[in-house]
């Protein structure tokens, strides 16, 4: 099992910036992707972006493609994600989530369901 925590959350102003950081601890090295959804009140889960981890191969949803990146740093087990330019929709609870069985490869990047490990949650708040 790998377990995950998320930091980096907070409140910005519309058009700033945040970065938010998973780190993944356990076992990591059957890590095949890793990703990023979000969950605004009243709404249902949304995928945000994803990245490979062996190949660093990355996947974005429309809403964030060209604002937000998507990276990691395999030797310290950690996912990231930086938030440019961000809007007052962008305000959401961020989970990191880890798909350690592969089970993307077969599902696609964005269903939430292909992915076996969460956290907790960051909230990123972004204000008018």
């Known amino acids: 099992q790998v377990q995950l925590v998320e930091s980096g959350g907070g409140l910005v102003q519309a058009g700033g910036s945040l970065r938010l950081s998973c780190a993944a601890s356990g076992r990591t090295l059957s890590t095949y992707a890793m990703a990023w959804f979000r969950q605004a009140p009243g709404k249902e889960r949304e995928f945000v972006a994803r990245i490979t981890w062996s190949s660093g191969r990355t996947y974005y949803a429309d809403s964030v493609r060209g604002r937000f990146t998507i990276s990691r740093d395999i030797a310290k087990n950690t996912e990231y994600l930086q938030m440019n330019s961000l809007k007052p929709e962008d305000t959401a609870v961020y989970y990191c989530?880890?798909?350690?069985?592969?089970?993307?490869?077969?599902?696609?990047?964005?269903?939430?369901?292909?992915?076996?490990?969460w956290g907790q949650g960051t909230q990123v708040t972004v204000s008018s």
């Open positions: 989530a880890a798909d350690t069985k592969k089970r993307t490869y077969y599902s696609g990047s964005s269903d939430g369901n292909g992915y076996d490990c």
